[in-house]
């Protein structure tokens, strides 16, 4: 049977964001430091396991070996990430939106807060957009008192900025 070719979506080769803030970054680092300490151990279980035999029958091994490369895979993923991120340094200046500022907008008469991040920290649900976002880039630059217009769908939904923190 034939494999059906799929054509990539629009964000299928998109480079990860380097941006992420201090906490984001001490988060990663501590999930390597874990990651590093636990592959002794899974690489002495994967041994233990190589030497009772075949491998073919051996779903102990094939399991513990599955783990192993989830771990270094991680573990590559982690250093990669690390090696190439740039801390988000919150401008104390909030004349206009930068990333990492909060900026509260008012549309459809209500307010809501958002916090521009990288986009690897995004949270639609909690409030945390990237700067990549059709939003985020209407509001970064804009000022207190500004309207953006945002393309949403097959409407325009206009955000009045009512602070920036």
């Known amino acids: 049977m034939q494999t059906p070719y799929r054509k990539p979506g629009k964000y299928a080769n998109l480079k990860s964001d380097p941006l992420i803030t201090k906490g984001k970054f001490d988060e990663l680092q501590k999930e ?3 990651l590093k300490k636990a592959k002794p151990a899974a690489v002495a279980e994967t041994a233990r396991l190589a030497d009772l035999g075949d491998f ?3 779903a102990g091994y094939q399991f513990a070996k ?3 490369r989830g771990i270094n895979r991680r573990i590559l993923e982690l250093e990669s990430q690390l090696d190439h991120a740039e801390i988000i340094k919150t401008q104390q200046q909030t004349d206009t939106v930068e990333i990492g500022h909060s900026v ?3 549309f ?3 307010q809501k807060t958002f916090q521009i991040l990288g986009s690897a920290e995004t949270d639609p649900t909690t409030g945390i957009i990237s700067q990549h976002s ?3 880039v209407a509001l970064i630059g804009s000022a207190v008192g500004d309207k953006v217009k945002v ?3 097959d409407r ?3 955000y009045k900025i009512i602070k920036i923190e």
Do not use: A, F, Q, Y
Request: aromatic share 0%; glycine share 12%.
């Open 32 to 34: 390597l430091e874990k």
């Open 56 to 58: 073919s029958e051996n």
């Open 108 to 110: 459809n008469n209500k």
């Open 66 to 68: 599955g783990r192993l």
């Open 156 to 158: 325009e939904i206009e």
């Open 134 to 136: 059709p939003l985020g």
């Open 104 to 106: 509260t907008v008012e």
């Open 151 to 153: 393309k949403s769908g």
